[in-house]
Nanobody, 119 residues
Framework: QVQLVESGGGLVQAGDSLSLSCAVS????????IGWFRQAPGKEREYLAD????????SYAYSARGRFIISRDRATNLVNLQMISLRPEDTAVYYC????????????WGQGTQVTVSS
């Protein structure tokens, strides 16, 4: 089992930057991947990025490239999502999730953290 807890959400203005953190605990094996997703009201959940727990190799959705950066710190067991030049359309609940490499399904989910971007 893997436990995930997000933090860092809040209310910001358009153009601001914000960094979210995902505290990872439990089965933090080398085949674990941690991803960030978001879900805006009335919309489907959207994949943003993911990173391998064992090495600093990240993948991004096309929509996230250039403004979002995912990173992991194994010393503190955190996976962070840095977001720059935020827009009102970035308003959503942001989730981190975990899956085992080779499996397509994310089995572990955090409770989410709200990000609201005002214009």
């Amino acid at each position: 089992q893997v436990q995930l807890v997000e933090s860092g959400g809040g209310l910001v203005q358009a153009g601001d930057s914000l960094s979210l953190s995902c505290a990872v605990s439990g089965r933090t094996s080398s085949d674990l991947r941690i991803g960030w997703f978001r879900q805006a009201p009335g919309k489907e959940r959207e994949y943003l990025a993911d990173i391998r727990w064992s090495e600093d190799y990240a993948s991004y959705a096309y929509s996230a490239r250039g403004r979002f950066i995912i990173s992991r710190d194994r010393a503190t067991n955190l996976v962070n999502l840095q977001m720059i030049s935020l827009r009102p359309e970035d308003t959503a609940v942001y989730y981190c999730a975990g899956r085992i490499s080779g499996r397509s399904t994310y089995s572990y989910w955090g409770q989410g953290t709200q990000v609201t971007v005002s214009s």
